[in-house]
């Protein structure tokens, strides 16, 4: 299927209020994968998860839920770390990725801090490198680090 085709298949059954779930072993995953982002953007959960196969073949596992309850944050240098909170205390935020680069990875850093004593759980951190060619053949490398949080407990309901 082409990529506007996974995009009303995808809009149909979240219209519905039900997960969009399939397993996809086509040999093109991108146009699936490029819808997937659209409702990535959209503040919808996306889970991608690739599996083996005996028959050596990958399959390609989407599920989609139909709530808008996910952002991702990606810091820049102008950015306060209140900014980033006032978005995650949103009562309908139930999963986050903040994502900064250089030293914007100390604001990452703080929006952690404040989630992990407020309800939130690290699910996942990725630290990584950003390679920039520059004039003159110049590799310039810039570190990220982005962490995936979800909610777990509003601290006032427990």
């Known amino acids: 299927m082409q990529k506007q085709e996974w995009i009303q298949r995808i809009e149909t ?8 779930t ?3 072993t086509d040999t093109d995953k991108a146009s699936l994968l490029f819808a997937c982002d659209l409702f990535r953007r959209r503040k919808h ?3 991608l998860q690739f599996q083996p196969t005996q ?3 990958v399959v390609l596992h989407v599920s989609i839920l139909p709530f808008q309850n996910a952002i991702e944050c990606t810091i820049k240098r102008d950015q306060k770390v209140e900014d980033i909170i ?5 009562g309908h935020i139930e999963h986050a990725s903040v994502r900064g680069c250089g030293t914007v990875i100390n604001t ?17 951190t990725i630290l990584n490198t950003l390679i920039q060619n520059g004039a003159h053949k110049n ?6 680090l982005m962490v995936v949080l979800q909610r777990g407990s509003r601290l006032n309901s427990i």
């Open 45 to 47: 959960r996306v889970n």
């Open 108 to 124: 990452v850093s703080n929006v952690v801090q404040w989630a992990i004593h407020h309800g939130w759980f690290v699910e996942k």
């Open 139 to 144: 590799k310039q490398r810039n570190t990220t």
């Open 86 to 90: 006032a978005k995650m205390a949103d």
């Open 55 to 57: 028959q050596g073949i």
């Open 13 to 20: 059954t979240l219209a519905q209020g039900v997960a969009f």
């Open 22 to 24: 399939v397993a996809c």
